[in-house]
């Protein structure tokens, strides 16, 4: 019970003190209409990671290192379609201190590929679009400000890489649910546009990198297909927040495996908003560039 309160409170989807009802709403035919319909969804998204400790901080003069949150934020729009995102366009701003900047440079000047793109990735927010199966970037990390193909890529390519859990793939969505510890009325949520959804619905459970990679495609493409045999045992904890006609509004993972991994803890939450209008479409471009290695938290996790 002590564990359940807890991690409610780290979902931020706690269930309210009622007895759970007979008639419980159901995501995954909600979230397979919305396929159906092509629907366009405004997206926002947080991820919270704790790097481990640098220990050039510690020698640098008491207050010199200001700015940044090296949180990740994403904003921007998606579209379902059939077999869940078709395509999205995103910006996405990794906000670095200065100091931290200044380490990343120091290793990539000494040779570290992941250093020197995540320099790159927190200098200025960037653009990614995904559509056609292909992925589009634009930004510093990208070579520039105009467009840039970055080459074959899934619908939902640019939308995750810092959220593992993909609601709106219906595979990954149906195992996660047969599974949930929990699934009741819960507590308000508030969506893309930070409007209270007070009326929801909660589902949460656990998994683990290995058993997610078993049933998610989405997380297997984020991964290059491939999961080092180090981090099949990490835990996540995992809620979506639905409102009562089952269309998911929040969706949150949580995984901690502490000191001695690529990042010591990592929380995302994914709001959605779903009254809204959206044309997602192939951006002109007439160069090529390669994709960052680093900018998404997943990046951490590939072999």
């Known amino acids: 019970m002590r564990w359940r309160v807890t991690m409610a409170a780290v979902l931020g989807i706690a269930a309210i003190p009622v007895p759970a009802r007979a008639a419980s709403v159901d995501v995954v035919a909600a979230v397979r209409r919305l396929q159906a319909q092509g629907s366009p969804v405004k997206v926002f998204q947080h991820t919270s990671v704790a790097w481990p400790r640098d220990p050039r901080f510690d020698e640098m003069p008491r207050g010199y290192c200001k700015g940044g949150s090296d949180d990740p934020h994403v ?125 929801t619905w909660g589902y949460r459970g656990t998994t683990t990198f290995g058993k997610l990679f078993e049933i998610s495609k989405p997380f297997r493409t984020m991964l290059g297909g491939r999961l080092d045999p180090r981090f099949s045992g990490i835990t996540v904890f995992w809620g979506i927040a639905t409102d009562m006609t089952g269309k998911p509004i929040v969706v949150q993972a949580v995984w901690r495996p502490g000191k001695g991994y690529p990042a010591e803890s990592v929380a995302v939450s994914t709001r959605f908003s779903w009254d809204v209008k959206a044309s997602i479409t192939a951006p002109r471009t007439g160069r090529a560039a390669r994709d960052p290695y680093g900018d998404d938290v997943v990046d951490l996790y590939r072999s």
């Open 75 to 199: 904003t921007g729009m998606a579209r379902l379609g059939r077999g869940g995102v078709v395509a999205a366009d995103m910006k996405r701003s990794m906000p670095f201190g200065n100091c931290r900047l200044r380490f990343l440079r120091e290793d990539a000047a000494g040779g570290d590929r992941r250093a020197g793109d995540l320099a790159q990735v927190g200098s200025a927010t960037h653009r990614v679009r995904s559509v056609g199966g292909v992925l589009y970037g634009a930004g510093p990390a990208y070579g520039g400000t105009s467009w840039a193909r970055m080459g074959k890529a899934s619908g939902g390519a640019a939308l995750y890489g810092d959220q593992i859990v993909d609601a709106f793939d219906l595979g990954t969505l149906t195992a996660l649910v047969a599974s949930a510890s929990s699934s009741r009325p819960g507590s308000a949520v508030h969506d893309a546009d930070d409007r209270a959804i007070k009326k």
